[in-house]
């Protein structure tokens, strides 16, 4: 029973380490296109304007949805 338990563990242990270098290369590498882009003036700021317009979208969408009225 105690050498399941830590076979569990183990393989959970595992799972986190995979997890999180996944994410990390997803953010690596999509960062990476956006900082190659931002060396544009122009662009630079279409992609402020884009992440500020998402961030706002996603604030409201999840306030209507929640039904926060404070």
Request: charge should be positive; charged fraction near 10%.
């Amino acid at each position: 029973m105690n050498n399941a338990i830590m076979s569990t563990w183990k393989n959970f242990s595992q799972f986190i380490k995979f997890l999180i270098s996944v994410l990390v290369g997803f953010f690596l590498t999509t960062f990476y296109s956006i900082f190659k882009l931002s060396k544009n003036q122009k662009i630079r700021w279409g992609i402020y304007l884009l992440i500020t317009t998402m961030i706002v979208f996603l604030y409201y969408t999840l306030k209507f949805m929640l039904g926060y009225t404070g």
